[in-house]
């Protein structure tokens, strides 16, 4: 604008120049002075032409970053959310060696009616634990039969799509949808062989492959103000509780979610409340995160919600904590303690079961063969007891000439409190609890140790990382959420090592990571709450009605687009 006035004043100066000409004195209006003068009008001239021109070039530049900062304001005005894309395609190899499983006439003996020799269909609790009872002392439970088996190459794609609002600097939104899918398949429910994340549940329904429907992993909102000199934030939603350190390293992105991954990887809704400390106690990086969740509402939905027949069934609620006691950038130590208050013995669910067992009026139990592949709705029965964990998490950075080598090393605890046998007509029969069988409810303590390093391979930019963690007998967490197709290795009973190379494309935007991974089970029933883990090497018929896998090999490939 200041320009612009400049320019108007040359036609000015032109003018009186002019009049200044015409009207000087006879003594300076020598023939030379006035050529000199013509000259100095006419450079002056094209000199205010050029700039002219150079002005219309400026308004045209302006018009155009005028129109672009309208659209900006348009698009700001309007689109009240930023997008963020994170998409994985991947190729994995896996072998599984020296599977467990009942010989096919001890499993036909539940088909059998109990009034032919070694029958159970028809059956007392009481006729079939004495039966039981008898096999054991003659020795006649057979031994389970052992196989491999290989899925030479299986494919997947998964995307996310992060959602970010924020309305002032007080109140944000943000979420996650997702679709998981494995190639060639979209039907969401599986055949159930056993494990945790053979059934779709709202624990893992957006994290493992479940088809190619995009569901609600995350949407919470976080309000954020100052108490005093104590900066807090409130959230509640479905909560970002998956992909929590120190998984950051293996899947080579910023921390994913709230809890430590070691106890608690798995989608749940609730609320948190937290503090930051650093401030007020001078450690850096303090804070202090109050949490909550439920993990099973009993009185919707359900068969027995509304029925005064059925037994109680309790909701399932969970508090926790997790706490950064120091963290100056380099070395971070962080904590995390959950309790849940009556745990049920499974989840509201969809799988095709191998089997139907149902307990009759008199007291018998019925087995009937699931031959037509029906879907069956999975209803958790009972409260088998209470839950508590804690992990404390050391990550740090060994410098080197030109970059770091980063490393973390975890150790974690849980405790179970069984209450009562499932009444789930199976489990019932097994006299299954809380990490418990036979009927026997005892208190359990299990531990688990989970480290890890990163190097950086200079010449070629990339990063190689080394993994190991290991659990022991009654080892038991919530983290059915892991991103695996074998199951949590961060639940494994027994030890996992992996090995992986992140080859960066474009940083972290694009990246290839080739790896590797041996689970070596020594345990049953990894992940599962229900049943007395029983040794690999000593396990029955009977401690395998569904496969029990020894150990695993899995070579994976995979390519991330994230931004």
């Not at 934030?233 to 479905?238: E, P, V």
Request: proline share 4%; aromatic share 14%; hydrophobic share 35%.
């Amino acid at each position: 604008m200041r320009q612009k006035t400049n320019f108007l004043c040359f036609p000015a100066i032109l003018a009186v120049l002019a009049a200044f000409t015409l009207f000087l004195p006879p003594v300076l209006c020598a023939q030379e002075s006035l050529s000199d003068l013509k000259k100095q009008v006419e450079a002056l001239q094209e000199k205010i032409e050029k700039m002219e021109k150079s002005q219309d070039w400026n308004t045209e530049d302006i018009d155009m970053l005028m129109d672009r900062v309208d659209k900006t304001e348009l698009h700001t005005a309007t689109d009240k959310i930023s997008w963020g894309v994170d998409f994985r395609t991947r190729a994995e190899s896996i072998h599984y060696n020296d599977i467990r499983m009942a010989p096919s006439s001890m499993i036909q003996s539940f088909f059998t009616t109990v009034t032919e020799p070694g029958g159970f269909n028809g059956a007392t609790k009481q006729q079939f634990q004495d039966t039981v009872a008898g096999m054991a002392a003659a020795g006649t439970i057979p031994e389970p039969e052992k196989y491999d088996a290989d899925n030479d190459i299986i494919y997947t794609n998964r995307i996310r799509l992060n959602m970010m609002g924020r309305y002032n600097q007080h109140l944000e939104f943000r979420g996650r949808l997702a679709a998981y899918k494995v190639f060639g398949d979209s039907t969401g429910v599986k055949f159930n062989q056993g494990s945790l994340g053979d059934v779709t549940f709202d624990g893992n329904s957006a994290s493992l492959p479940h088809g190619d429907t995009l569901r609600v992993e995350r949407a919470y909102f976080v309000y954020k103000n100052q108490l005093g000199d104590i900066p807090y934030s409130f959230s509640a939603g479905r909560r970002p509780s998956t992909d929590g350190p120190p998984l950051e390293y293996r899947n080579y992105s910023l921390e994913g979610g709230s809890p430590l991954a070691t106890i608690i990887n798995w989608q749940f809704d609730g609320a948190s409340l937290s503090f930051g400390l650093e401030d007020v106690t001078g450690i850096p990086g303090a804070s202090f995160k109050l949490c909550y969740g439920v993990g099973y509402e009993s009185d919707w939905g359900n068969a027995a919600s509304l029925n005064y027949s059925q037994a109680e069934l309790d909701d399932v609620h969970m508090l926790g904590i997790i706490s950064d006691l120091y963290d100056n950038g380099t070395t971070s130590f962080k904590f995390s303690y959950a309790h849940a208050w009556d745990v049920t013995d499974g989840f509201t669910g969809l799988a095709v079961m191998p089997f139907i067992v149902s307990k009759n009026n008199d007291g018998t139990y019925t087995f009937e063969q699931n031959n037509g592949g029906f879907i069956s709705r999975l209803e958790p029965q009972t409260n088998i007891g209470d839950w508590d964990a804690a992990s404390l998490l050391i990550r740090s950075q060994i410098p080197t000439e030109n970059d770091r080598i980063d490393w973390f090393l975890a150790g974690s605890w849980t405790h179970t409190n069984p209450s009562r046998i499932s009444q789930n007509p199976f489990y019932e029969l097994m006299g299954m609890g809380l990490l418990s069988s036979n009927g026997e409810l005892e208190d359990r303590d299990g531990y688990s140790i989970y480290a890890g390093a990163i190097f950086p391979v200079p010449i070629v930019s990339g990063r190689l990382g080394l993994e190991y963690n290991w659990g022991s007998k009654y080892w038991f967490n919530f983290t059915g959420a892991e991103d695996s197709l074998i199951g949590s290795k961060l639940a494994a009973r027994g030890e996992v090592y992996e090995a992986y190379y992140i080859q960066p494309i474009f940083g972290n935007n694009f990246f290839v990571k080739l790896g590797g991974q041996f689970y070596d089970y020594k345990y049953t029933g990894s992940g599962n709450p229900l049943g007395k883990p029983v040794k690999i090497a000593d396990t029955t018929a009977l401690d395998t009605i569904n496969p029990v896998v020894d150990d695993v090999w899995n070579y994976y490939l995979s390519a991330t687009v994230q931004f």
